[in-house]
């Protein structure tokens, strides 16, 4: 099962690249889940009450400009360059320059059914005043028929923001939570879903370089 044997991948290497599990409680109930000082990643988990599965977070820097980094987070049509399982996606909507709807759909283990989910996204600009450029994600299920054979992820709420650091790097906060659909043991979502951020985080920093001198014209609205 190939999301089982990353996981168990991932634990193996947590312990030979210096890369720390520690579960040690935060503010506000979040544990830590990795410690990545290579990279400067830490990730946490929470339960919450009357929620299933736990919630995730993940912080970082990126080094890349403000633009760069919104444009790799944007660039819809390409996620499976960075988010984990991915197997297609795609841009279903420009709605304005602060709001879009893409679909995306999730690679699972053998005999288990592929995810997909309609997510809509709101863009909240940089400003001076804010000092930070916010993006919010939310599943439509609705909004575009379902898949035969596919498991619609109906619950999926993200907000990702983006500071800048300077003119060249970013520092990414990211948190969520996701409900898979049909039947999944939580035990196995949990794990997932505390390996998946650390996985994006690490390959955005990994893949960000490539939008650093892009001069394309962007659709979406960075700075107010």
């Known amino acids: 099962m190939i999301v089982i044997k990353r996981i168990l991948l991932s634990a193996v290497v947590c312990m030979t690249s210096g890369i720390q599990s520690v579960y040690a409680t935060t503010k506000q109930g979040w544990q830590v889940v990795k410690v990545d000082e290579n990279h400067q990643i830490t990730t946490y988990s929470k339960q919450e009450a009357n929620k299933r599965f736990r919630s995730f977070r993940a912080e970082g820097l990126l080094s890349a400009p403000l633009e760069a980094a919104v444009r790799q987070q944007l660039d ?10 991915a197997d297609e996606s795609r841009l279903l909507k420009r709605v304005s320059d602060t709001e ?4 995306i759909k999730l690679k699972t283990p053998f005999g288990i059914p592929a995810r997909d989910m309609a997510v809509k996204v709101n863009i909240e600009p940089y400003s001076p005043a804010k000092g930070v450029l916010v993006l919010r994600y939310q599943a439509v299920p609705d909004f575009i028929p379902a898949t035969p054979d596919v498991v619609r992820i109906t619950t999926y709420q993200m907000v990702t923001r983006l500071t800048p650091r300077g003119d060249q ?3 990414e906060e990211t948190e969520g939570y996701a409900e898979p659909g049909g039947s999944l043991p939580a035990w196995l979502m949990n794990s997932v879903q505390q390996q998946t951020p650390y996985h994006n985080l690490l390959a955005k920093q990994e893949g960000v370089k490539n939008y650093i001198n892009n001069t394309e014209p962007f659709l979406f609205k960075v700075r107010e």
Do not use: G, I, Q
């Open 100 to 103: 879009l709807y893409y679909y």
């Open 169 to 171: 790097k970013t520092y």
């Open 76 to 85: 819809v049509e390409h996620l499976k360059k960075w988010y984990l399982n």
